[in-house]
T-cell receptor, first 112, second 112 residues
């Protein structure tokens, strides 16, 4: 059974804090993605990684960074959390090409 | 104007009804089309995937793509309460480095 896990289901942080969201996949997928999901806006891509140590900016990378040191692990970092980063964060993985993306359960982050 | 438009609903129908969910898009370069289903507090999961115009059927689900009208649909026959979820359309271009453009999602409620 394929699996993408995310480190936390719910997270509450203060403005200005550094926040780490971690994603692990057990399918040996090359591609990994970080999205945020907001009501009425759908999924918006923050960053994409197609290989270890490789990353590409998505549509809304400002205020975020990522790290992929191992193939199975993709981390999203909020350097200095702000209230407008309150959202649902979804991690996904896929094989190369235009293939099915497998999603984790999401992390609901609240920044106070 | 968003590249992909999807009515957020909610759409409420009685059990057994035929459901029609739709997305319109503006970019004629989109070449592949997906429907994902997202249950509450879960990540999206792939339901249907089509490359070209026409219909694709899988059990009670039919995906329809009309590239000339830039319009895609998902039909659900004999709808069940377990079909209650948010349905997201997603589209991609072959030259976009695997990035998908997502609709906002339609919340579907099937009443027993």
């Amino acid at each position: 059974d394929v699996k993408v896990t995310q480190s936390s289901r719910y997270l509450v942080k203060r403005t200005g804090e550094k926040v780490f969201l971690e994603c692990v996949q057990d399918m040996d997928h090359e591609n990994m993605f970080w999205y945020r999901q907001d009501p009425g806006l759908g999924l918006r891509l923050i960053y994409f990684s197609y290989d270890v140590k490789m990353k590409e900016k998505g549509d809304i990378p400002e205020g975020y960074s990522v790290s992929r040191e191992k193939k199975e692990r993709f981390s999203l970092i909020l350097e200095s959390a702000s209230t407008n980063q309150t959202s649902m964060y979804l991690c996904a993985s896929s094989t190369p090409g235009y293939n099915e993306q497998f999603f984790g359960p999401g992390t609901r982050l609240t920044v106070l | 104007q968003k590249e992909v438009e999807q009515d957020p609903g909610p759409l409420s129908v009685p059990e057994g009804a035929i459901v029609s969910l739709n997305c319109t898009y503006s970019n004629s370069a989109f070449q592949y089309f997906m429907w994902y289903r997202q249950y509450s507090r879960k990540g999206p999961e792939l339901l249907m995937y089509t490359y070209s115009s026409g219909n694709k059927e899988d059990g009670r689900f039919t995906a329809q793509v009309d590239k000339s009208s830039k319009y895609i649909s998902l039909f659900i026959r004999d709808s069940q309460p377990s079909d209650s979820a948010t349905y997201l359309c997603a589209m991609g271009r072959m030259d976009s480095n695997y990035q998908l453009i997502w609709g906002a999602g339609t919340k579907l409620i099937i009443k027993p």
